[in-house]
């Protein structure tokens, strides 16, 4: 950890690190480490209030955004990313390699997304980024839009077509 983090930071990832979650991997790399504060994945699925802290290591490596079956709000706690967003989340699917913004999330910074909104992170400060997430009620699953066809894939089956 950083003894330059705010005690509040410092005390977040104390607790989250007391109560780890399972780690995501892809191809076999590292991806994301996670850990409970608050909860559990069954309590989250229930439609209660969750949060953790992730440890997001590298930048996705997918094409194709990302939606998420919650509501959430992350609250970066130490480093960056950088995450590309439709231009609009009505947008169709197919223009999101083209009609698209960047941005920078910087630490003590916030950002709210609502189930099924689209993103994707293209790239993570060295050594990692710190996040604090809070979970609301679960409303969907977990899935990639595709660019190519414009439909929604289910995780699991996007995953099984990249061989992972």
Same mark, same amino acid.
């Given at each position: 950890?950083?003894?330059?983090?705010?005690?509040?930071?410092?005390?977040?990832?104390?607790?989250?690190?007391?109560?780890?979650?399972?780690?995501?991997?892809?191809?076999?790399?590292?991806?994301?480490?996670?850990?409970?504060?608050?909860?559990?994945?069954?309590?989250?699925?229930?439609?209660?209030?969750?949060?953790?802290?992730?440890?997001?290591?590298?930048?996705?490596?997918?094409?194709?955004?990302?939606?998420?079956?919650?509501?959430?709000?992350?609250?970066?706690?130490?480093?960056?990313?950088?995450?590309?967003?439709?231009?609009?989340?009505?947008?169709?699917?197919?223009?999101?390699?083209? /009609?698209?913004? /960047?941005?920078?999330?910087?630490?003590?910074?916030?950002?709210?997304?609502?189930?099924?909104?689209?993103?994707?992170?293209? /790239?993570?400060?060295?050594?990692?980024?710190?996040?604090?997430?809070?979970?609301?009620?679960?409303?969907?699953?977990?899935?990639?839009?595709?660019?190519?066809?414009?439909?929604?894939?289910?995780?699991?089956?996007?995953?099984?077509?990249?061989?992972?």
């Amino acid at each position: 950890m950083n003894v330059l983090n705010p005690p509040l930071v410092n005390a977040l990832l104390r607790i989250g690190l007391m109560r780890p979650y399972f780690d995501i991997h892809i191809n076999g790399d590292l991806y994301m480490r996670r850990w409970w504060v608050r909860g559990d994945e069954a309590r989250r699925d229930a439609g209660q209030i969750t949060a953790g802290v992730h440890n997001i290591v590298r930048p996705d490596a997918d094409r194709d955004m990302h939606t998420h079956p919650c509501t959430f709000l992350t609250v970066r706690l130490w480093r960056w990313y950088r995450e590309r967003l439709p231009k609009s989340q009505k947008q169709c699917a197919t223009l999101d390699g083209t /009609e698209f913004v /960047e941005r920078i999330r910087l630490p003590l910074t916030f950002s709210l997304r609502r189930a099924g909104d689209r993103h994707a992170i293209t /790239e993570v400060a060295p050594g990692g980024c710190w996040t604090f997430v809070i979970w609301f009620r679960k409303q969907g699953g977990w899935g990639f839009w595709r660019q190519d066809t414009g439909e929604f894939v289910p995780w699991r089956l996007y995953v099984g077509r990249r061989g992972t």
